[in-house]
């Protein structure tokens, strides 16, 4: 059984190189664990020697301290590329920085501590919009109009997940986006005779259907308590014409166009899905579309990149479709992931740390490659885009082995079907928080299941969150009136 | 031959038949409420070893190796996470809290079993009203104490905040079992001589051993347990124990390494509780109940 | 010692004397570490979280404003705060029965001799030895919707269709019932293992006694054993009932609280609400409604184990 050894074996190195990317993770934790050792005594040595508090500047020589707090990246490679960069920044500028990386559903917990105890990292990295910390960060306008100033403007979906036009303030600056496309199986959409997969949400119906009635592969659309359950009923809103909140921040999510959307996710559930959706955790449509039983899902492409290292069968017969379309004729996805640094307060060495921000931007096409992909750039004129976006760019031929090697160009477009989870209006803390709680998910989901009737449903979504907007009005972070 | 009554009695054929039904079905239940106890273990240690195309193959038999065996995933574990410096540091700050709370537990059980009873029951309500605020949302203030102290990010955080957990139950445990050891006995030892932290020592210690090793399980096993409070004091990777490290490095936005994660579980569990066994066995084995009789 | 006392021989437990003799002085020395560490660590947080329940504190600004019971009511009226208090008391009911039963069973059979004990006694052990953090995962993994053992098992003997799967976490009923199969799952060991230090400190002599008075097997069981041990199993009752009513880890990893909410509990709510959302005060607020339970709980099961004293 040489042929499956050596599967296996190619298999063990595909998972390490993954890893490891350039730099060993190993040599660099020990590197890092030494230079954590050696910044933790570093400042009481030199306060012992009278030197005082360390901080700012770099008098006399001494070097300066940065700490970064972190996701720990779904591709391990990028971790271990930026935790090398960040190592050679701080050497270049005279900086001792430390990044350490988290589980990202632990971020809020972890936040909300250092926020609490008013003493943490100097800058802390969020994947979705961290809306309610505005009071305790530092507004980043300054960060960036000089970053727009040097690499372009700021994409709208970005700039909408970290402006709030009720305080006027950026509590975050994005230096990358994730898009959220839409991933199906090109076989199994071909023998119903949609082989370029669905464009609209009544294709997903039909062709779902008749996919599920002869294979019994399923649509992968969740309505779970977790974030790609929070995306897809977003999508599906908005293509509908429907939203949480309008430009101006009142809550309209009680609309005939809200109970339309709801509707179809009804029928959509009962015709082409199983009740294992009500389960689901974020990794959950991305497993099943690798073990072959899922016809469509709405993912980040993170899905198809681990297809290609566990079922390359599977992943040669993903495909990619744009937000799908609604009535309106319109389709709009969510961000999947938008990279956010927030600076707290306390920070004692803001200037650097604004100058971190300011240098990772020239760095996009890093960030780009070695998420495999995976962050796009979220300004318009850095290093990144004729390498990704050009032709014969990246986009074109995946460097990353896809086949065929265009499978990702219809990203190209992304920017113009993505927008912030807040649309049309921007991401606030009410938001964050209907968001956080997953009220749209289990508006869906209490629909789809039977325990509340459509128009239940969705009235008692919209009385919640009405609560919610009150709330935050009365703290001043949100506009609006109702 | 010890039965299960531990009594040899004059058996007639019938009662023989019933008493080998008996132990039968008692054997049935033992081995039942083993396997429901270790099932998630056997399974995780084939799994552990289950290569991707394998595993990720909903029509594979889970039990079994359809592909070959790998060890990429224990190696992936080992050598691309600091998983060893998570058990270290867990094992330390067990270590040191189990210390601190039986320092901090036995002299108090026994003064509010003994010492001072009318005082007892009120203080170990109040004592008891710790565990009332959960971890979840102790842990903001918390971490301001630990700010205050200096301790953020250092493993001593953790040393400091969970005896609070582990404590009050310890106390409680403690001074069940020092109740239940007669008075008599007591007033025995200061007859003959001792002084009453004496008669603490030298016989009511050794009398509570067994209440003391569970203090010490209890304590140890609680703070692997914890991971809210390892969170949030804690960040640097060199720092973390297991709970918060692991799925730091194996569970990444929306992709889980299954394998290796099944890997940790396994090799975190099987040497505390072989380890406990030991414990238990060598203190437990002289009392069993009416074997010696027999 | 006294005059008194040294002449008529040291016959009676002397109360007056030396300091250290005097058993208030000795125990409120011997309490004092333990009580003023927990006030100074968990009281002032204690304290802490009250406060945060009568204002408007949020994740991003911890800027204690008091507004009264506003924040109380709001708690109150979210629609997920009643399903929240009811599965409180589900969850722990239904698990810590769960484990009282089966430790008793474990911990009396574990006492007896049988081959294999101490291989039953090690497996026994696992599920608490294991990190929550790592032990539920496995049992994510266990329960998985398309992936799962058990669906494979019973679909491997003809229980469910072919490739069919049971939604464990998927389905209110079936979700609460993975929760509380692991939530007993996890505590069992420990319960066992404090039963079986309770029985094993039980005197011999006791035992031989009531033997000798003609008591049989299940006669020493529930007449000597079962009173004898009930302060030991009514603290392991205690303990379970309390940790499992604040605890959220096993919600947190398998069903982040839903379907739709339906396994929310209060502990895990005032997680999601207030650390997630953002919404701190309100997260406090209903955390604190776990208070007056706990402490109700508390107090009626301390009385009953303080009837009961070996004497």
């Known amino acids: 059984m040489s042929d499956v050894d050596t599967e296996a074996e190619k298999l063990t190195r595909r998972v390490e190189t993954a890893w490891t990317g350039r730099l060993s993770r190993r040599e660099f934790v020990q590197k890092a664990g030494l230079a954590a050792v050696g910044l933790g005594a570093g400042p009481y040595l030199l306060a012992a020697c009278g030197g005082g508090a360390p901080s700012g500047g770099g008098g006399g020589g001494a070097k300066s301290q940065l700490t970064i707090l972190q996701w720990s990246h779904f591709v391990p490679r990028y971790d271990t590329w930026f935790d090398a960069y960040v190592k050679q920044w701080g050497e270049a500028n005279n900086v001792n920085v430390k990044v350490d990386h988290i589980n990202q559903a632990d971020l809020p917990a972890r936040t909300a501590a250092e926020i609490n105890a008013g003493s943490g990292h100097d800058l802390i990295e969020w994947i979705a919009p961290p809306s309610a910390l505005e009071p305790s960060v530092l507004d980043l306008t300054d960060v960036v109009q000089e970053a727009e100033k040097k690499y372009g403007s700021q994409l709208p979906v970005c700039k909408s997940s970290t402006y709030n036009p009720t305080t006027k303030k950026y509590f975050g600056f994005c230096h990358s986006w994730s898009p959220d496309p839409g991933d199906y199986r090109k076989s199994l959409w071909t023998k119903v005779g949609m082989p370029n997969g669905p464009l609209t949400y009544d294709d997903l119906l039909n062709a779902g259907t008749a996919i599920k009635q002869q294979t019994g592969v399923r649509v992968g659309i969740g309505m779970s308590q977790e974030q790609d359950s929070n995306m897809a009923a977003r999508a599906l809103l908005w293509s509908y014409g429907a939203s949480v909140q309008d430009a101006n921040e009142n809550v309209v999510l009680d609309s005939d166009a809200t109970r339309e959307a709801v509707n179809f ?42 297809a290609q290292q566990t079922r390359p069968d599977i992943a040669d017969d993903i495909f990619f479709r744009p937000a799908l379309q609604g009535p309106t004729g319109k389709g709009f996805a969510s961000e999947h ?69 265009n499978k990702l160009d219809l990203l190209k477009n992304a920017a113009s079907w993505s927008v912030n989870v807040g649309y049309p209006g921007p991401s606030n803390a009410a938001i964050g928080e209907i968001f956080d709680t997953f009220v749209l998910p289990n508006m869906m989901a209490s629909a789809a299941r039977g325990t509340k009737t459509v128009d239940q ?3 008692d979504a919209a009385a919640q969150c009405r609560q919610i907007f009150a709330k935050w009005r009365q703290r001043k972070l949100v506009g609006g009136s109702s | 031959m010890a039965t299960v009554t531990g009594y040899r009695h004059r058996s007639s054929p019938a009662v023989v038949a019933r008493r080998a039904s008996l132990r039968s079905l008692f054997l049935l239940v033992m081995a039942l409420l083993a396997l429901f106890c270790a099932f998630p273990f056997i399974w995780a ?29 224990l190696l992936l574990l080992f050598q691309q996470t600091p998983f060893l410096t998570f058990v270290k540091n867990s094992a330390l ?128 096993t609680l703070t692997t347990q914890d991971f809210i409070y390892a969170l949030a004091f804690i960040s640097s990777s060199d720092q973390m124990t297991i709970s918060v ?28 509780a072989l380890v406990y066994n030991v414990f238990l066995r060598r203190f437990i084995q002289g009392f069993t109940m009416g074997a010696l009789k027999g | 010692m006294s005059i008194v006392e040294r002449t008529v021989g040291v016959r009676r437990i002397s109360v007056r004397g030396r300091l250290p003799e005097r058993p208030g002085f000795l125990g409120a020395l011997m309490v004092s570490p333990a009580v003023l ?33 506003s924040t109380f009511a709001a708690a109150v009226r979210d629609p997920v705060f009643a399903v929240a208090l009811r599965n409180s008391f589900i969850f722990t009911f239904f698990s810590q029965a769960l484990v009282i039963v089966l430790s008793t069973i474990l911990a009396f059979g574990l006492s007896a001799d049988f081959p294999g004990k101490w291989v039953v006694r090690f497996l026994i052990l696992l599920p608490w030895t294991t990190p929550v953090a790592l032990g539920a995962v496995a049992w994510l993994w266990m329960l998985d919707s398309i992936f799962s053992p058990f669906d494979w098992v019973l679909s491997a003997v003809g229980l469910i269709h072919h490739g069919a ?51 049989g097997f299940w006669g020493r069981l529930i007449h000597v054993t079962l009173p004898l041990l009930q302060p030991i199993m009514l603290v392991a009752l205690l303990f379970g009932i309390v940790f499992t009513f604040t605890d959220i880890a096993v919600i947190f990893v398998l069903t982040g609280g839903g379907p739709d909410n339906s396994t929310q509990v209060l502990a895990s709510w005032a997680f999601y609400k207030g650390i997630n959302g953002g919404n701190l005060a309100q997260g406090a607020a209903t955390a604190l409604f776990m208070f007056p339970v706990l402490l109700g709980l508390a107090v009626l099961l301390l009385r009953i184990a303080s009837r009961v004293e070996v004497t």
């Open chain 2, 245 to 272: 490290g692991v799925p730091t490095n194996l569970i990444r936005g929306d992709v889980f390494y299954w394998q290796s994660l099944m890997a940790a579980t396994v090799i975190v569990a099987v040497p505390i």
């Open chain 2, 45 to 73: 240690t084939i799994t552990m070893f289950k290569a991707n195309a394998d595993l990720y193959n909903p029509a594979h038999n889970p039990f079994l190796f359809n592909q070959p065996a790998t060890l990429a995933h």
């Open chain 3, 165 to 215: 799967h049971i939604p464990f976490l998927g389905q209110a009923r079936l979700a609460m019932g993975s929760i509380v199969v692991l939530q007993a799952w996890r505590m069992l060991p420990l319960a066992t293992v404090i039963l079986m230090a309770g029985l094993t400190s039980i005197p011999q002599d006791i035992q031989d006694a009531a033997a000798v008075d003609g008591a």
């Open chain 2, 93 to 220: 700050v067990g270590g040191a809290v189990t210390g601190l709370t039986l320092l901090g537990s036995i002299p108090a059980a026994y003064a509010l079993a003994r010492l001072i009873p009318a005082w007892g029951d009120k203080l170990g309500v109040a004592i008891f009203m710790v565990y009332l605020v959960p971890p979840t949302l102790l842990f903001l203030p918390l971490s301001h104490v630990v700010a205050t102290l200096r301790l953020q990010d250092n493993l001593w955080s953790l040393v400091v905040v969970y005896p609070s957990f582990t404590i009050p139950l310890s106390i409680w445990l403690l001074m069940g079992f020092f109740k239940s050891i007669p008075r008599d006995i007591i007033e025995q030892a200061q007859v003959d001589g001792c002084s009453l932290i004496g008669a603490l020592v030298r016989v009511v210690m050794p009398l509570a051993v067994p209440g003391i090793i569970t203090v010490m399980v209890f304590s140890f």
């Open chain 1, 337 to 405: 992931v938008i990279l956010i640094y927030l600076i707290p307060k306390w920070s004692k060495n803001v200037d650097k740390a604004k100058q971190f921000l300011l240098d990772l931007v020239g760095h996009t096409s890093d960030i780009v490659y070695q998420s495999e992909l995976y962050n796009f750039p979220a300004f318009s004129k850095t290093n990144a885009q004729q390498k990704l976006f050009g032709s014969g760019g990246w986009l074109d031929k995946d460097p990353f082995g896809s086949h065929p090697a």
């Open chain 3, 37 to 69: 560490y927990l006030l100074g660590l968990v009281g002032f947080p204690l304290v802490l979280s009250f406060v945060y329940a009568f204002s408007d504190v949020t994740t991003g600004n911890p800027n204690v404003h008091l507004v009264g019971l």
């Open chain 1, 265 to 306: 996710m009804v029928k959509l559930f009962k015709q082409s899905m199983t009740n294992e959706i009500f389960s689901w955790t974020a990794a959950s449509n991305n497993q099943g579309l690798v073990a072959g039983q899922l016809s469509y899902i709405l993912n980040s492409i993170s899905a198809y990149r681990t």
């Open chain 1, 457 to 459: 449903a969705v009235s």
